[in-house]
């Protein structure tokens, strides 16, 4: 067995045993195991004092040749559009999400629709071989030419995954190498096993899905070098009572990291949903005080998304704020931009905001529409239904242009919206839009409420 040292996350100090605490900078488990490579051989000879005729050479840009990325589809269409057109030979995907979220049934799907035409390996070492057939079954897929293999060992697995174009490894966190003494899940398994992968996929164009856990705050159990290491990292969320998930892209190396699929748990597997207007958009909008929407593009698509606020008057002396899909931070300085700027009383009251479908509105283009939804639920008057809004808001009550703003009004028009609020900096670029549905251009957020209201 090679021989093994521990080594502190924090600061690098190695020790020959595990300790608690690190003596160097005394932070608490933070010394992990690693193997340690044998010292290489030193050259002797006539040509210990040259250069090694297999070193590498470094080539002028002009030189390197373009390497084209062939890719095949994985038989889900939201996947594909989540991967930047499909799954790229060679690649390493790693999915990660919450226990019963759908991560092995998703990739089930996907090893059954590949195994048709290429020779795929499932390599389950969290459950058995029966249970995994049990779950094709149940999908309805046609397993037999799928290959199962039930090893927790990296090592014993090595030629069956050597001899296979696609692999699934369900789950990183399960499987182990005997390099290492401890025990599997653990920061230098995780990554030891990580990195055999990877030399494995780039030098003989394998192509694997790993499946990760999470931790209870939501992040990728394990080290950051494991998500380092891949081409492209997917998120899986969503409640597990809820029928709806949504798969995000984190990192990728081929294709836009703002991609976002939508999909639907049936009893027959999991669906991408196409239409997804329904999921972000509320029947009842434009009845109710506190709701508006606005165009979100995220990756390649544009999605209307609905925000949805409440206000209670607080109980105790300091004011709540909570937010779902929206960031808290930001939340608070938009309050604060409505009652310095615009004279609402948002102080005393106690502020809920939701985005619609689980969906997270990062970008800042949505600034406008919260402050709308602020405005709407502090005056108790509803917005109408058939008006959008976007444009990002700055601390002195400017509203800033936004990106693709034609793109963005463009799907206003397709889902039937007849008002589209946005920054006068856009206007220019949306001239094209004027017979077709009203442009409200808007300089300051006192101005978006007036147009309003």
């Known amino acids: 067995m090679p021989k093994t040292q521990f080594v502190c996350n924090e600061c690098g100090y190695t020790s020959p045993k595990w300790l608690g605490r690190c003596p160097d900078c005394g932070k608490f488990n933070t010394l992990v195991e690693e193997a340690v490579a044998p010292a290489p051989a030193k050259r002797t000879g006539a040509g210990a004092g040259y250069k090694s005729a297999l070193s590498a050479k470094p080539l002028p840009l002009s030189q390197i040749k373009f390497e084209k990325y062939e890719r095949v589809s994985s038989g889900i269409s939201e996947l594909d559009v989540v991967l930047g057109g499909g799954v790229v030979r060679g690649s390493l995907i790693l999915v990660g999400g919450d ?6 049934t998703l990739l089930t799907q996907v090893a059954a629709h590949l195994a048709k035409e290429h020779k795929v390996l499932y390599l389950s070492a969290e459950e058995s071989c029966s249970q995994v057939k049990l779950r094709c079954e149940r999908l309805g897929l046609d397993s037999d030419s799928l290959l199962l293999l039930n090893e927790t060992c990296l090592d014993n697995a090595e030629e069956a995954i050597c001899e296979a174009e696609y692999v699934v490894v369900d789950s990183i966190q399960a499987v182990y190498t005997e390099a290492l003494s401890s025990s599997a899940g653990s920061v230098g398994q995780v990554r030891e096993c990580a990195s055999k992968l990877m030399r494995i996929a780039k030098s003989r164009g394998i192509t694997f899905f790993l499946i990760g856990h999470v931790t209870k705050e939501g992040a990728l159990a394990g080290p950051k070098v494991l998500e380092h290491i891949m081409d492209a990292v997917l998120y899986f969320e969503g409640e597990r009572t809820e029928n709806f998930k949504i798969l995000r892209s984190v990192k990728n190396r081929f294709g836009s990291v703002q991609e976002v699929g939508v999909f639907e748990m049936t009893g027959e ?3 991408g949903v196409s239409d997804y207007s329904s999921l972000f958009l509320s029947d009842t909008r434009g009845t109710a005080a506190g709701a508006a929407v ?12 609905e925000v949805q606020t409440l206000m209670a008057k607080t109980a105790y002396g300091l004011p709540r704020r909570m937010s779902l899909g929206v960031d808290l931070n930001r939340l608070i300085v938009l309050i604060a931009v409505l009652e310095k700027r615009c004279g609402l009383p948002l102080g005393a009251q106690d502020v809920y905001l939701n985005a619609m479908g689980g969906i997270k509105l990062n970008e800042p283009s949505a600034d406008l529409c919260v402050c709308a939804a ?4 502090e005056k108790m008057i509803p917005i109408d239904k058939d008006t959008a809004l976007c444009g990002e808001v700055g601390l002195t009550g400017e509203v800033r242009g936004v990106n693709f703003a034609d793109k963005r009004v463009n799907e206003c028009l397709k889902m039937g919206f007849k008002r589209v609020i946005l920054p006068a900096k856009n206007m220019k670029a949306c001239e094209k839009f004027k017979g077709k549905l009203e442009l409200v251009p808007v300089s300051y957020v006192s101005q978006m409420i007036k147009a309003l209201f």
């Open 99 to 104: 226990p019963g979220v759908g991560k092995s």
């Open 269 to 271: 597997g999991i669906f």
């Open 294 to 305: 606005t165009p979100s593009e995220t990756g390649n698509r544009c999605m209307m998304v």
């Open 374 to 377: 602020l405005a709407s639920a």
